[in-house]
C-alpha cells in the first residue's frame, strides 16, 4: 500500500469515528482528495476533509482540522512523520525517512513496471487519432496528433485501462475520387494530353512523383490506352500507395496502430443504412426537400444535418455515425476522437447522434489538436497543401529528429496553438527541453561510467545503507519519483500527456541540481555507493517517462 493509500484509509477511519460519535450521520460520505502541493513548504501531502466535514460539523475548517489530527491514527499510515494545520483549515502531511527508503526499494522490484497502476479499472477504451485523407502526406498536424494519441494510449495503459489505438482510413467518397481525378490528370500529363486538375482538387508535387512512379513500374499496364484507364483505378491504386507512405511515415516516428479501419468496409456491410435504419426506429430522422435529416437539434445542435442527400447518396456525417456506432459494437466502453482544428464544429453533431442511438453521453470524448505554427529563428513558416507547399511530417522529422517533435509537441496542452521553432529544436543546449531532459538521462549514465573507472559498484538497495541519504535534496529528489505514478494516472484521466513532460523536466532540473551541488563518487566509499542507488532509481523513471512519450534515452550526449 502506498503512502497516499495509507493517508486515504487513515481519513476514511476518521469519519467512521465521527460516525460512531453520533456526530455526523451513517449515510453521510465525504470525497476529500489526497493531494501532492505544488509547493512542498506545505507537506508533501494534503487534504481537504475537514472543509468537507465542517458545514456538519458547524466548525470552522481550521478546528475541524484540529479534532481530524487528534483522532488521526498513524499506525495506519506509518509513512507519516509530522502533520501540520495550515492557517486556512488544510490538513498538511509530511514523509519520514522510511518513506523515503520504501520508495526507493519499489522503484528497483518493479523497474520497468514501476508507473504502472490500476486505477483505469480493465476500461475498455478505443483511441481514434490521425487519420488523416490518404490523399496526401502526413503534416505537422497530423504529427503533433500522433505524438498526442500515442503518448495518451501508452498511459492509459500504464494506468490500468484496455486501451487500443486506431486509425480511420477514409478511403470512399468525395474526396477518395477526387484525389484519382488529380492523379489521373498528372498521369495523362506524362503522356503529352494536357488535362487540369479538376476544381478543389490535389495540386501538390508527390502527385507527380506518384504519376511518375506509376509509369516507369507500369501499374497500368493491362490498358493499351492511358486515357481509357478509369478513374477508380487511380483512385485504388493511388489511395493504397498514400496510406502505405503514411505507415511508413508513422512507424519512423514510433507510432503503430491495432487497428487500420476502413472506410469502404462500412459500405461494404451496409452499415449507415443500418445506422439510418436504427435512427428512424428511434424517431430522430424526417424527410424534407428530397433528403433525409437527422434532428439534431433535438440535442443542442444549432441546425438539423442531412444523412442522405437528394441523390440518394449518403452524407461523411452519416458514414462517421455510422462508424462511431460500430466502435461501440465492438466493445468499446469509451471512445476518444483526437481531431484537427478544422473538425470543431463536427463534435456537437457527432455527439448528439450518439445520444440519439442510445449510447452514454459520457462515452465520446472528442479532443481538438490546435494548430502549429513552425517557426525559423522566430520567422513563421509558410504551409501550403493544396499549392503543394506543404511541411511534411517526414520533412520535420528529417530536421529535428522523432525525439525533438514528439517532446515539443506535448510540451503544452493539445487545445492550445503550438509555436515549434525549428533552431530551437536542435539546440545541443539547456534551452531545447528535450536536450535537457534527455541530459539527465545521459548524465546519469556518464556518473555510472565514472564509478566503473574508480572501481565503485552499483549496488541494489539492499546492500547499501539508506539512511546515508539524509540530505533535504536527497529526499524531495525521491518525493518528486514517488509522484510518477499518479502523475501518469492524473494524465491518463484527463487525457493530457503534457503532464508527464512538465513532470520530467522538473525531475530533470533536480538532478541537474543535485548533481552540481554535490559529488556523487567521492572519499566517502559508502555514502558513493548510496548516491548511485538514488541515481539508479532517478534513471528508471526517466527511462520510463521518456519510453511513453516515444522519446529515446541517450547515455551520451
Known amino acids: 500500500m502506498d503512502i497516499k493509500e495509507q493517508l486515504s484509509q487513515a481519513l476514511d477511519k476518521v469519519v467512521d469515528d465521527f460516525k460512531q460519535e453520533g456526530l455526523i450521520s451513517q449515510e453521510q460520505k465525504y470525497k476529500f482528495n489526497v493531494d501532492i502541493p505544488r509547493n512542498r513548504q506545505f507537506g508533501d501531502f494534503s487534504t481537504n476533509l475537514s472543509f468537507l466535514m465542517a458545514k456538519d460539523l458547524k466548525k470552522a475548517p481550521k478546528e475541524v482540522a484540529s479534532i481530524i489530527m487528534d483522532k488521526f491514527n498513524r499506525e495506519l499510515a506509518p509513512a507519516i512523520g509530522k502533520i501540520e494545520i495550515a492557517p486556512s483549515g488544510y490538513l498538511n502531511f509530511f514523509a519520514n525517512q522510511g518513506f523515503v527508503h520504501d520508495v526507493i526499494k519499489k522503484i528497483e522490484t518493479q523497474d520497468e513496471a514501476y508507473g504502472h497502476t490500476s486505477a483505469g479499472n480493465g476500461l475498455k477504451v478505443q483511441i481514434e487519432f490521425v487519420s488523416a485523407n490518404p490523399t496526401g502526406p502526413l503534416n505537422v498536424v497530423s504529427a503533433r496528433a500522433a505524438s498526442v494519441g500515442d503518448a495518451m494510449g501508452n498511459f492509459m495503459k500504464a494506468a490500468g485501462y484496455d486501451a487500443f489505438k486506431e486509425f480511420y482510413v477514409n478511403d470512399a467518397g468525395v474526396q477518395a475520387r477526387l484525389f484519382g481525378e488529380s492523379f489521373r490528370v498528372r498521369y495523362l500529363q506524362l503522356f503529352g494530353f494536357e488535362n487540369e486538375i479538376p476544381e478543389n482538387g490535389y495540386h501538390g508535387e508527390y502527385l507527380i512523383e506518384l504519376a511518375l512512379l506509376a509509369k516507369n513500374n507500369s501499374y497500368f499496364a493491362e490498358y493499351d490506352d492511358p486515357q481509357s484507364i478509369p478513374v477508380e483505378s487511380f483512385s485504388k491504386v493511388g489511395l493504397e500507395w498514400m496510406l502505405q507512405k503514411q505507415k511508413e511515415d508513422l512507424s519512423q516516428f514510433g507510432v503503430h496502430f491495432d487497428c487500420w479501419f ?14 439510418l435504419e436504427i435512427l428512424k426506429q428511434r424517431g430522430h430522422v424526417f424527410e424534407s426537400e428530397g433528403a433525409v435529416w437527422f434532428r439534431s437539434t433535438d440535442f443542442g445542435d444549432e441546425k438539423d444535418r442531412v444523412l442522405v442527400k437528394t441523390d440518394g447518396n449518403t452524407t461523411y456525417f452519416l458514414n462517421d455515425i455510422a462508424y462511431h456506432h460500430d466502435k461501440f459494437e465492438r466493445g468499446f466502453q469509451k471512445v476518444i476522437d483526437i481531431w484537427g482544428p478544422d473538425h470543431h464544429g463536427h463534435i456537437l453533431r457527432m455527439k448528439a447522434a450518439m445520444k440519439a442511438l442510445g449510447h452514454p453521453e459520457d462515452s465520446l470524448e472528442i479532443l481538438i489538436v490546435q494548430q502549429v505554427n513552425l517557426l525559423r529563428k522566430g520567422e513563421k513558416v509558410k504551409m501550403s497543401k493544396r499549392a503543394g507547399q506543404i511541411e511534411t511530417m517526414e520533412d520535420l522529422v528529417k530536421e529535428v529528429g522523432v525525439d525533438a517533435a514528439r517532446f515539443f509537441f506535448l510540451l503544452r496542452g493539445s487545445d492550445s496553438h503550438l509555436d ?47 539512511n546515508r541519504l539524509a540530505l533535504v535534496e536527497e529526499a524531495e529528489i525521491v518525493k518528486i519519483l514517488a509522484n510518477y505514478p499518479d502523475v501518469v494516472a492524473d494524465a491518463a484521466r484527463a487525457y493530457e500527456p503534457h503532464r508527464v513532460v512538465r513532470y520530467l523536466m522538473d525531475l530533470a532540473t533536480r538532478l541537474h541540481q543535485y548533481y552540481n551541488q554535490f559529488q556523487i563518487i567521492g572519499d566517502d566509499v559508502e555514502l558513493s555507493k548510496s548516491r548511485l542507488v538514488l541515481l539508479k532509481i532517478v534513471q528508471i523513471v526517466l527511462q520510463n517517462g521518456l519510453n511513453s512519450l516515444g522519446v529515446s534515452q541517450p547515455e551520451r550526449m
Not at 476502413?262 to 443504412?273: G, Q, V, W
Not at 539527465?440 to 552499483?458: L, T, Y
Open 262 to 275: 476502413r472506410e469502404t468496409s462500412l459500405h461494404a456491410d451496409n452499415k449507415p443504412l443500418k445506422v
Open 420 to 466: 515549434f521553432d525549428l533552431e530551437v529544436a536542435k539546440y545541443q543546449t539547456n534551452d531545447n527541453p528535450v536536450f535537457y531532459v534527455q541530459y539527465a538521462h545521459a548524465r546519469v549514465c556518464s556518473v555510472f561510467a565514472k564509478a566503473a573507472e574508480k572501481g565503485v559498484p552499483i549496488l541494489s538497495t539492499s546492500q547499501v545503507d539508506l
